[in-house]
């Protein structure tokens, strides 16, 4: 798990910086938010849903990493508020046939299936998509992608303070701070320009 993680934030972040360096590169401010169709072209249509099914898969992942802490609050909450419940505890195994069974509870089920749908709505009514995309991303990228896992990792390998380790990983974690501090700038004047014209 720990190599697959680092190869896809490798492969990831290594995309991302080519997408950001070279649109940047070659149309300035005036790079589109979408480069797939941002400048008009939908030829080939297979190629652009290819990609878009990609980009799909690529949410979904990462809606479900950071989804996470809220599936635990709400798992957590509910158990303690209702500890003689049987849709809040009880596990249900389920049998599917070609399928190896496996257990589901009823208000995980229910809870992350409204979550989802209810985030889903919301995203699909709010206008300038992309602009608030970029605003929550900016806003959540520093504490739960670096800071937090850095801090974990202090604690987990007990990092001497002012050791070299503990040295350059506060530094990542700077340079990350100042990044999203420059991504927030960016996504707001980005959702101010789009609401002004």
């Known amino acids: 798990m720990k190599r ?3 190869i896809s934030i490798l492969v990831t972040t290594f995309f991302y ?3 950001g360096c070279f649109g940047y590169a070659a149309f300035g401010s005036d790079a589109p938010g979408n480069l797939l169709t941002g400048f008009g072209f939908y030829e080939p249509y ?3 849903d290819f990609a878009n099914a990609c980009i799909i898969l690529h949410l979904l992942g990462g809606y479900q990493v950071y989804s996470q802490p ?3 609050f709400a798992n957590r909450f509910f ?3 209702f500890p003689d419940s049987g849709f809040v505890n009880d596990f249900h195994t389920v049998r599917l046939p070609c399928l190896p069974p496996w257990r ?3 208000l995980r089920v229910s ?3 409204l979550y989802v749908a209810s985030t889903t709505a919301v995203a699909v009514a709010f206008p300038y998509f992309n602009e608030v995309l970029a ?3 900016a806003l959540n990228f520093w504490p739960l992608a670096i800071y937090f896992p850095v801090e974990m990792y202090f604690i987990q390998r007990n990092v001497a303070r002012w050791s070299a380790r503990w040295v350059v990983l506060q530094t990542f974690s700077v340079v990350c701070l100042l990044v999203s501090a420059f991504a927030l700038v960016g996504s707001i004047e980005g959702l101010v320009t789009q609401k002004l014209g």
């Open 135 to 137: 605003l929550l991303g």
């Open 79 to 81: 158990a303690e508020r």
């Open 17 to 19: 910086l080519c997408c």
């Open 46 to 48: 297979w190629l652009i």
């Open 70 to 72: 809220i599936f635990q």
């Open 4 to 6: 697959a993680s680092m």
């Open 111 to 113: 809870f992350r299936t």
């Open 104 to 106: 589901v509870n009823l």
